[in-house]
């Protein structure tokens, strides 16, 4: 399957995004989608997960009250809606998609990976 992440830009702490997460199989609904990210010279963080059906989801601790996770499977398009926005929020927000559904949040659990978008939060 092939991701097209997109909805990334500049804004000011306190701001919302949404970053959308499009995609190219017609199965999308048979794929679980997380979404991760990565700051400059930082190892790629869990940010949220969503089951194929979207009835189950899970966020990191760091982003839980302020970020929500979901999915649209008759778009076959994943949304991360992020609001109240921090400067440390800001960094490249991939989606990622896999068959499978994994509690550990780990960059290796998604076998398939959108390009990237830049999210900058300036104070």
């Known amino acids: 399957v092939q991701l097209q992440a997109s909805g990334g830009g500049l804004v000011q702490a306190g701001d919302s995004l949404r970053l959308s997460c499009a995609a190219s199989?017609?199965?999308?609904?048979?794929?679980?989608m997380g979404w991760f990210r990565q700051a400059p010279g930082k190892v790629r963080e869990f940010v949220g997960v969503?089951?194929?059906?979207?009835?189950?989801?899970y966020m990191s601790d760091s982003v839980r009250s302020r970020f929500t996770i979901s999915r649209d499977n008759t778009k076959t398009t994943g949304y991360l809606q992020m609001n109240s926005l921090k400067p440390e929020d800001t960094a490249v927000y991939y989606c990622?998609?896999?068959?499978?559904?994994?509690?550990?949040?780990?960059?290796?659990?998604?076998?398939?990976w959108g390009q990237g978008t830049l999210v900058t939060v300036s104070s």
């Open positions: 969503i089951s194929g059906s979207g009835g189950i989801s």
């Open positions: 990622a998609a896999d068959p499978y559904y994994s509690t550990s949040y780990k960059p290796s659990d998604f076998t398939f």
């Open positions: 199989e017609r199965t999308f609904s048979s794929y679980t």
